[in-house]
Nanobody
Framework: QVQLVESGGGLVQAGGSLRLSCAAA?????????VAWFRQAPGKEREGVSC????????SYSDSVKGRFTISRDSAKNTVYLQMNSLKPEDTAVYYC?????????????????WGQGTQVSVSS
């Protein structure tokens, strides 16, 4: 398993942007992992947001973020990013990155064995 560390969360007004980062712990590599972003709002189930394959050829998004969020990876920096634009109050949640071997068509949290600690994103109206 790989240890993951998220960063980049914060408080932003509706319509604003944030970029989340997911990095592997020092000495570890994301090179052979597909990486997904999930989010969990209070009282709600964890929701798959986006996933990027090992090669970065496959990028998937939930309908709720499609056209607003962009996932990318930088192998040299051993980091996966989630650029979030046109943020809405309903995007408020704790965002987690997770690693697995592939991006499945439906992002099931149980298929991901490595998780970060989460980063809070709050969007005010």
């Amino acid at each position: 398993q790989v240890q993951l560390v998220e960063s980049g969360g914060g408080l932003v007004q509706a319509g604003g942007s944030l970029r989340l980062s997911c990095a592997a712990a020092p000495g570890q590599s994301l090179l052979y992992y597909a990486v997904a972003w999930f989010r969990q709002a209070p009282g709600k189930e964890r929701e798959g947001v986006s996933c990027i394959s090992v090669s970065a050829y496959i990028k998937s998004y939930s309908d709720s973020v499609k056209g607003r969020f962009t996932i990318s990876r930088d192998s040299a920096k051993n980091t996966v990013y989630l650029q979030m634009n046109s943020l809405k109050p309903e995007d408020t949640a704790v965002y987690y990155c997770a690693a697995s071997s592939v991006c499945s068509e439906v992002l099931d949290p149980s298929a991901f064995s490595s998780w970060g600690q989460g980063t809070q994103v709050s969007v005010s109206s």
